[in-house]
């Protein structure tokens, strides 16, 4: 069993399911109305097919798999790595929601933690997919989705200068913090570009 298995697609199945949910649901969290929650969850799955689905498929969902594999388009093995990919992201995807709940009172981690876990999330995405596509749209929809749900925070650069200007008034620690996090970031996108995508 799993002798033929593509290890590559299954972890990009996991990867996308947990991006999917992650985002998602702090799209829904913290959006004011469903409209702009339901745009950032569309976007953040529009990015995922045109990343993943050269790959994957981007099923990103069991009950797609399990169509593909009942029209004989994926053997039982590879539905079956799939399907336990996707609940393995998804249970990552909500873990760290509940890590940070940006916003929520019952988040596990606070202040400064979370906004360094945030940004190295935020920005871990958004190199992944600027590596992965030079497409306008795709990388303009990423930073939508990025910094609509709250983790707006992916430029180092930004960050530096804000935190200089910031430590004139002497309140640099969240720049700071953010900074850490968004290289943190840039090495893990890199990571799982040059790994699960390439």
């Excluded at 569309?42 to 981007?58: A, N, R, Y």
């Amino acid at each position: 069993m799993f002798e033929e298995t593509n290890w590559k697609t299954v972890s990009a199945e996991m990867i996308g399911t947990l991006f999917l949910v992650f985002f998602g649901v702090v799209a829904f969290a913290s959006s004011e109305d469903v409209f702009s929650g339901a745009l950032t969850l569309g976007l953040t799955l529009m990015i995922l097919v045109h990343v993943f689905g050269p790959i994957s498929g981007c099923h990103l969902n069991p009950a797609v798999t399990i169509g593909v594999m009942m029209s004989k388009k994926m053997s039982r093995d590879d539905a079956i790595g799939y399907m336990g990919a996707q609940i393995i992201g998804a249970t990552l995807g909500f873990v760290l929601f509940k890590f940070l709940n940006p916003g929520g009172d019952d988040a596990m981690v606070d202040g400064d933690m979370a906004i360094l876990v945030a940004a190295a999330i935020g920005t871990m995405f958004f190199v992944m997919i600027l590596l992965s596509t030079q497409d306008p749209f795709a990388v303009g929809a990423t930073l939508f989705v990025v910094s609509s749900t709250a983790f707006g925070g992916v430029n180092p650069g930004v960050d530096l200068g804000n935190m200089i200007a910031l430590a004139i008034d002497g309140n640099a620690n969240w720049a700071f913090f953010g900074t850490i996090g968004s290289v943190t970031g840039a090495f893990l996108g890199w990571a799982v570009k040059d790994n699960a995508i390439d």
